[in-house]
């Protein structure tokens, strides 16, 4: 009997060769068909279809036509992408097609020797946990008898159609924001697309005019040199800010291997950290665009999220991390932004999936309307929510030994104080969280996806940051 396969977050990961094989990719497209069919009977939805994309990882394309055969084998058409395409406009696609979900072959920002089988439902935003409990529930132990028609003759008989997924995404991207004065603006753009699927979309979307870009790491190139891995944080990303001061860049445009989540860099070669990012995307909504409505985040976001929040006479929810818990409270509450720690935003307007595309855009066009260098956005918004808010992680590897007796640990855990600042308050949703007095926080988590413990702060006191990461380490210690 093969492995049991778990979903984390958004799906299932592997290492390339070891268990992400051609058989484990055709057991989760079987539980995932299975699913599908489920939603189809359960909404009466004659003719099924769903939509399948992928990466620039090692056979990404081969992997998802695997999948693409199990799904046309059980009698679902799939419309299969062309190319290498962005998560978002995969999920954009679902909408497009009349779809009922989506797979999507990709591991997104983790290491070069993975892989992954990302699923998504009919709105083309993340799977709920009852989801996706019931795909794993519907993965077959063994690969042998897994229903499957063969690539050509699903071709033919119209189970398999291959299209250009970016047309109606395109059009769509057109009613969210204004291209032209940004095309016009005469900037100068670094993008960093971090040798993923993010490359040559922007020279597409506002190349052509005034404005410069330029992009680096825009080829193919699954061994992703000069970065530990295409995720839109530093290290990974010092190379793309180094080379915003070169050129004299106005600002440094980032997407990690999906270009679903994004990073932002400012004028002098600075990186601007996710949860300031996501306060600039929401102060852009709210003031710039003058939108009204809920902002849904997770508890590893920014407490900035609140005070704009209570400016601006709108609620904030927080939810547990992963898009898993956000998409499903966005559609909920036609949310005007969810968003999460890792960098990955998602906006009204749009399918509730990440977009490190539009949230580039978003940026820019708030960089257009006001007049404001990205130095002076930031600034602009410490002055809005009180002054400047420091953020940091800390990623451990943990031994999959330990983990449930630091699980244990932590949620027995009631400490009077972290760093010499009082405790008030301890949320055990996802994680454990800490808020101490001063308003800093303090989270620990372990990954869904990676043998990792990740312990975040964010405090009004840059000169805390460290002592109250390494209280929280050592609270995790066993």
Same mark, same amino acid.
């Given at each position: 009997?093969?492995?049991?396969?778990?979903?984390?977050?958004?799906?299932?990961?592997?290492?390339?060769?070891?268990?992400?094989?051609?058989?484990?990719?055709?057991?989760?497209?079987?539980?995932?068909?299975?699913?599908?069919?489920?939603?189809?009977?359960?909404?009466?939805?004659?003719?099924?279809?769903?939509?399948?994309?992928?990466?620039?990882?090692?056979?990404?394309?081969?992997?998802?036509?695997?999948?693409?055969?199990?799904?046309?084998?059980?009698?679902?058409?799939?419309?299969?992408?062309?190319?290498?395409?962005?998560?978002?406009?995969?999920?954009?696609?679902?909408?497009?097609?009349?779809?009922?979900?989506?797979?999507?072959?990709?591991?997104?920002?983790?290491?070069?020797?993975?892989?992954?089988?990302?699923?998504?439902?009919?709105?083309?935003?993340?799977?709920?946990?009852?989801?996706?409990?019931?795909?794993?529930?519907?993965?077959?132990?063994?690969?042998?008898?897994?229903?499957?028609?063969?690539?050509?003759?699903?071709?033919?008989?119209?189970?398999?159609?291959?299209?250009?997924?970016?047309?109606?995404?395109?059009?769509?991207?057109?009613?969210?924001?204004?291209?032209?004065?940004?095309?016009?603006?005469?900037?100068?753009?670094?993008?960093?697309?971090?040798?993923?699927?993010?490359?040559?979309?922007?020279?597409?979307?506002?190349?052509?005019?005034?404005?410069?870009?330029?992009?680096?790491?825009?080829?193919?190139?699954?061994?992703?040199?000069?970065?530990?891995?295409?995720?839109?944080?530093?290290?990974?990303?010092?190379?793309?800010?180094?080379?915003?001061?070169?050129?004299?860049?106005?600002?440094?445009?980032?997407?990690?291997?999906?270009?679903?989540?994004?990073?932002?860099?400012?004028?002098?070669?600075?990186?601007?950290?996710?949860?300031?990012?996501?306060?600039?995307?929401?102060?852009?909504?709210?003031?710039?665009?003058?939108?009204?409505?809920?902002?849904?985040?997770?508890?590893?976001?920014?407490?900035?999220?609140?005070?704009?929040? =209570? +400016?601006?006479?709108?609620?904030?929810? @927080?939810?547990?991390? &992963?898009?898993?818990? #956000?998409?499903?409270? %966005? /559609?909920?509450?036609?949310?005007?932004?969810?968003?999460?720690?890792?960098?990955?935003?998602?906006?009204?307007?749009?399918?509730?999936?990440?977009?490190?595309?539009?949230?580039?855009?978003?940026?820019?066009?708030?960089?257009?309307?006001?007049?404001?260098?990205?130095?002076?956005?930031?600034?602009?918004?410490?002055?809005?929510?009180?002054?400047?808010?420091?953020?940091?992680?800390?990623?451990?590897?943990?031994?999959?030994?330990?983990?449930?007796?630091?699980? =244990? +640990?932590?949620?027995?855990?009631?400490? @009077?104080?972290?760093? &010499?600042?009082?405790? #008030?308050?301890?949320? %055990? /949703?996802?994680?454990?969280?800490?808020?101490?007095?001063?308003?800093?926080?303090?989270?620990?988590?372990?990954?869904?996806?990676?043998?990792?413990?990740?312990?975040?702060?964010?405090?009004?006191?840059?000169?805390?940051?460290?002592?109250?990461?390494?209280?929280?380490?050592?609270?995790?210690?066993?």
């Amino acid at each position: 009997m093969n492995e049991v396969l778990k979903f984390g977050t958004d799906g299932w990961r592997g290492r390339i060769a070891e268990d992400y094989t051609f058989d484990n990719v055709r057991r989760c497209a079987a539980g995932y068909a299975a699913w599908l069919l489920g939603e189809a009977a359960r909404t009466k939805t004659k003719n099924p279809s769903v939509v399948i994309g992928y990466d620039k990882r090692f056979q990404s394309e081969d992997f998802a036509a695997a999948a693409a055969e199990v799904l046309a084998g059980h009698g679902v058409k799939v419309y299969l992408t062309n190319g290498a395409t962005p998560t978002p406009v995969i999920a954009f696609a679902v909408k497009a097609q009349h779809s009922l979900g989506a797979i999507n072959i990709t591991a997104s920002h983790n290491p070069s020797y993975d892989n992954g089988f990302k699923v998504r439902n009919f709105t083309g935003g993340a799977i709920d946990p009852a989801g996706l409990l019931a795909i794993e529930g519907g993965i077959p132990a063994e690969s042998a008898g897994i229903s499957r028609l063969a690539y050509g003759a699903a071709v033919k008989q119209g189970l398999i159609e291959v299209f250009d997924a970016s047309t109606e995404y395109i059009a769509n991207l057109k009613t969210l924001v204004k291209l032209g004065p940004i095309k016009k603006a005469g900037l100068k753009v670094l993008v960093d697309p971090m040798w993923g699927n993010g490359a040559g979309w922007f020279p597409r979307l506002i190349g052509g005019g005034a404005t410069e870009i330029v992009e680096i790491h825009n080829q193919r190139n699954p061994s992703f040199p000069e970065m530990l891995r295409p995720e839109p944080i530093q290290p990974n990303v010092d190379v793309g800010l180094k080379t915003t001061v070169k050129i004299g860049a106005d600002v440094c445009c980032i997407t990690d291997g999906d270009a679903d989540r994004c990073g932002f860099g400012d004028e002098k070669g600075a990186f601007i950290n996710q949860l300031r990012a996501m306060a600039l995307m929401t102060l852009y909504l709210l003031e710039v665009r003058g939108q009204r409505g809920p902002i849904v985040k997770t508890l590893s976001c920014s407490s900035m999220l609140d005070v704009l929040g =209570a +400016q601006y006479g709108v609620p904030v929810h @927080e939810t547990g991390v &992963g898009f898993k818990y #956000v998409a499903p409270k %966005m /559609t909920e509450t036609d949310a005007i932004i969810g968003g999460e720690e890792s960098g990955g935003y998602a906006f009204r307007g749009n399918v509730p999936e990440r977009d490190g595309i539009l949230a580039n855009l978003y940026l820019l066009d708030m960089m257009v309307q006001t007049g404001k260098k990205p130095s002076e956005l930031v600034d602009w918004l410490f002055e809005k929510v009180g002054g400047a808010h420091y953020y940091h992680r800390i990623d451990s590897i943990i031994d999959p030994v330990k983990r449930e007796a630091i699980k =244990a +640990q932590l949620t027995s855990a009631q400490p @009077e104080k972290l760093s &010499g600042i009082r405790v #008030v308050s301890k949320n %055990m /949703t996802d994680g454990w969280k800490f808020v101490l007095e001063d308003g800093s926080w303090m989270l620990i988590r372990m990954s869904g996806t990676e043998p990792l413990m990740r312990v975040y702060c964010e405090t009004r006191k840059k000169s805390k940051v460290a002592a109250i990461l390494d209280a929280g380490v050592k609270l995790a210690q066993v």
